[in-house]
């Protein structure tokens, strides 16, 4: 990708070197008006491109020595500044806006660093298939950080953040996507683990008992306490 950036940035100095030599020729240099401007090697293919899109915006393109497009700078749909880089195949590589976009050789999405709906910052990893792996941002819900990490068919598998009650909660799922296990606070900011079946009923729990003890406590297949036992000390 460096390369890429150096090739359109070195384009983008000739164009501006081009008008600025011009205008050392004459005092009176006023103004110029083009509908395009084509720049080619020395064996007749295009390199660069200076015009309007068909939207009526500005766009530069920057071609290969093969005539195959590298770069392009102009404005999207939304008339944001927009930046696209293509590969030595033509195929886009990545994508710079008011977010940014890479994809593999594959034309795979890998990555997205952009905003969410309300605003918060948010970056997405993506595996080799486009499959989602990773999440890493603001939750729209409530506005508190997260992280999220999903398997390989993009079904989520841990949740590292905040509930409800703004107090820090790790959970894991399992291939289904059922819940697993819960380490973090309850609602009165005690600290518990509980662990759940196939059928997300709790199986076990170690936590902070109302009395502010240690408790533990078994349940059976349908959550039903079977074992207890708790830390205060008897008289």
Known sequence: MKEYFKGFFTATCLVTSF????????????????????????????????????????????FNAKGLKTSNLGSNMDNNGSLSLFNSKQNPSSYLSDY??????????TTYLGNTKNGGGYLT?????????????????????????????????????????????????????KRTSFLGSSKIGTGYLATYNE??????????????EGIVGLHDDESNLGWSATGKKND
């Open 199 to 212: 059928k997300e009923l709790i199986t076990g729990f170690f936590g902070t008992g109302p009395n502010k």
């Open 100 to 109: 940014l976009i890479t994809y593999n050789s594959k034309q795979k999405q």
């Open 125 to 177: 990893t993506f595996n080799s298939d486009g499959i989602e792996t990773v999440s890493l941002g603001v939750d729209d819900l409530d506005d508190s950080g997260h992280l999220k990490t999903f398997n390989n068919e993009g079904k989520k598998t841990t949740f590292l953040g905040s509930n409800k009650n703004d107090n820090g909660h790790f959970m894991t799922y399992n291939k289904a996507e």
């Open 19 to 62: 008008f600025l030599f011009f205008a050392a020729q004459n005092d009176q240099f006023g103004d110029i008006k083009v509908h395009s401007i084509s720049v080619v090697n020395n064996d007749g293919k295009e390199t660069i491109w200076l015009g309007s899109g068909e939207n009526g915006n500005g766009f530069l393109e920057t």
